[in-house]
């Protein structure tokens, strides 16, 4: 667990050298993970590029395969449905959702 700071305690008072601690832990790991995604999708776009150029949409290597290719979906579209006079049936099941957000700056 990170740096002293048990499951057990959660509902105890968390003092600021623990809080910080903690804080510090997620700003790091943040930074790592983003840096990683950022690798991962710069060589992404490397192997899009070499498959848009050869003209594949599979590539198979040793241990993994990957594909690139167009995919079509169909989605309602809100936005048309409401301002087509459909404002009201579109409100009628409209249902409400709740979640909890947790953010970190």
């Not at 510090?24 to 060589?43: G, K, L, P």
């Not at 040793?62 to 459909?86: C, L, P, Q, W």
Request: aromatic share 10%; glycine share 4%; net charge positive.
């Amino acid at each position: 667990m990170i740096k002293g700071y048990r499951r057990r305690e959660r509902n105890k008072t968390m003092d600021n050298k623990t809080m910080n601690s903690i804080m510090q832990t997620i700003a790091e790991y943040t930074r790592i993970a983003e840096e990683a995604q950022r690798i991962v999708d710069e060589n992404k776009e490397i192997l899009k590029a070499h498959m848009t150029e050869t003209g594949v949409d599979t590539l198979i290597g040793d241990e993994h395969k990957a594909t690139y290719k167009e995919v079509i979906s169909n989605r309602f579209d809100s936005k048309a449905f409401k301002a087509d006079g459909y404002a009201d049936l579109y409100k009628a099941y409209q249902k409400p959702s709740a979640s909890m957000r947790f953010t970190f700056a």
